[in-house]
């Protein structure tokens, strides 16, 4: 019994240091949450999935329906969280003035932590987040397009419309409600500032790309307008007739065409 409790008691600091779905993995004075797939072993690929306005990593990973999914894939699900209520990006109503850098620095480090700690492909790895989280997608597709496997933005675009350039094109999804009020696809003012025309957005991208003729496809509830490009790079607009909502179906739907390409 007392060699029973003094070697329960050598596991404490490991114990203690152990993160993920339901504890926060620290990275500084940030964080994130993560949930491996179940009966997976061996480097495995992600989803991460960047919360909307006044989320959270706990809130992503209490989506019971989505960590279900997404292990049923044999994808691990991180939850990364913003440093503040909103994600710190350029052009955003929080600071007008910010250039999103300290943000790309939380999403590089958080990725080197999961790979190190977890043994996340980080070859297979693909950025998607809801609203404010489209948002940030979007920027890490223009200013780190080379760190994940593709992006999947669901109804969110730039603030202030889209960049007058990228640093290279990558594979692109983007998902959006015909009737969103809340981050409009025509985009509308928010006091200093306004969210982006989604369809400016994808012009730019589709320019800076190179992406090519269009092929429109009915899935499911969604109408996609699908284009390519000379480096098999995916450039997709899928709308669906609804509002400003989400679906895990969604993010389902834009790792299988990833998958399709060959990108993860």
């Not at 109804?155 to 594979?171: Q, V």
Request: contains cysteine; aromatic residues 8%; hydrophobic residues 45%.
């Amino acid at each position: 019994m007392r060699f029973a409790l003094s070697f329960a008691l050598m596991l404490l600091p490991s114990i203690a240091v152990a993160c993920g779905p339901d504890s926060d993995c620290m990275i500084g004075d940030r964080h994130y949450r993560i949930a491996m797939p179940e009966g997976q072993a061996g480097p495995v690929g992600a989803i991460v999935f960047a919360h909307g306005y006044r989320g959270s990593a706990r809130g992503v990973m209490r989506n019971s329906g989505l960590r279900r999914m997404v292990s049923e894939m044999g994808l691990a699900l991180i939850a990364p969280k913003s440093a503040r209520d909103g994600w710190d990006i350029p052009g955003a109503p929080s600071d007008m003035a910010s250039t999103g850098a300290a943000e790309i620095a939380y999403f590089e480090a958080m990725i080197s932590d999961a790979v190190a700690r977890f043994g996340i492909d980080p070859d297979r790895v693909m950025m998607s987040g809801f609203s404010a989280g489209g948002m940030v997608t979007w920027e890490l597709a223009c200013q780190r397009p080379n760190l994940f496997a593709g992006f999947a933005p669901v109804s969110g675009t730039f603030w202030g419309g889209p960049p007058t350039a990228c640093a290279a094109p990558a594979s692109v999804i983007h998902i959006h409600g015909t009737k969103d009020r809340t981050v409009p696809l025509a985009g509308r003012p928010i006091g200093p500032t306004k969210q982006g025309d989604v369809l400016d957005v994808l012009a730019m991208y589709r320019t800076v790309g190179g992406f090519g003729p269009e092929t429109v496809v009915q899935i499911d509830a969604m109408s996609c307008t699908r284009q390519g490009n000379a480096a098999d790079d995916l450039l997709e607009f899928c709308t669906f007739d609804g509002g400003h909502s989400f679906s895990r179906n969604y993010l389902r739907y834009a790792w299988e065409r990833l998958r399709a390409a060959g990108k993860v």
